[in-house]
């Protein structure tokens, strides 16, 4: 069994109850000065997923709200996006995606993209070309297939990695590269002392597979971000930084980045290097309005300006 995670955990209180955890990975969650920014995270390594709009831009499918949300995101001080998606919409091409982020000073150093599995192969050929034209280098799918999980043994998912791996040697060669993005049950999912996650790392080519470890989720799977940045070193190369509610911790809820109880300095502090990109996330509350998709994107990107450790 993994160690407890209370090492990603920031001192918190909620409902008036102080969070106690060890005094080695107490953190604190008070608004950054103004007098910080520019002091922390290089912004050439800070991006935004840009699921955090996918409702404000109906998928990525409205260029209208596209370039507003990639015009807005530009002026906060972003210089790089992630996008979801294969652009198959014929109201936004991966051309006219391309042209509003030259537009606008964007780079798009990484995406999420269906690349299948063994079951249903993608076109990866078709990728590769589409990254290309976006000046992507690391892209992979949004999800492990967990949604639904259609994986139920541990030599469904060893077959899954070597498709993976097959993928990823293909990037290679064009000068790309495949990364894993994880959600919570690659850590909570066990066949014997291995998790989903440890049989991915285990079955491809470091070569050939990196990953984009996701904070909220490895947590809410029962894992701690240190100890897998620990275990697994340069082989995470990128990181989803989403942050949680104290209330109902370890499974608590999406909260605004710098806000939450995760502890990112002792995160980031054990990364083996510095991350290529840190990518703000903060996933849609569909149907409720009163969220707002651009203060999550800003308050996160100004978190990162000013975060050191």
Known sequence: MKRPFSRALRGALAAGLAVLVSASVVGTA??????????????SKITIQL??????????????????????????????????????DPDLTVEDFAALADKYDLKVPSRHVDVGTPENPADIEQILEDNRLLGTKYFGS????????????????????????????????????????????????????QRVFDILAANTDPRNVVFQLHTYWTVYGGADP?????????????MHVKDMTAEGYPQGQIEILGEGVLDFPSIFAATHGPLRYYTVEHDPRFGDPTFDPFEAAEKGFDYLDCLTY
């Open 30 to 43: 008070s608004a950054a000065a103004p007098e910080c920014k520019g002091r922390g995270i290089p912004t």
């Open 51 to 88: 699921w955090t709009f996918a409702e404000y831009t109906s998928f990525l499918t409205d260029p209208v709200a596209t370039e507003e949300v990639l015009r807005r995101l530009s002026e906060m001080g972003y210089r790089n996006v992630e996008p979801f998606g294969d652009f198959s």
């Open 142 to 193: 949004g999800a492990t297939p967990i949604f639904p999980e259609i994986y139920t043994t541990e030599a469904e998912w060893v077959a899954y990695a070597e498709y993976l791996d097959e993928v990823g040697e293909a990037a290679r060669k064009a000068g790309q590269t495949l990364m894993v993005h994880n959600h919570d049950k690659e850590f909570s999912t066990f066949f014997g002392d």
């Open 226 to 238: 240190i100890d897998v940045l620990e275990e697994y070193g340069r082989r995470v190369q990128l």
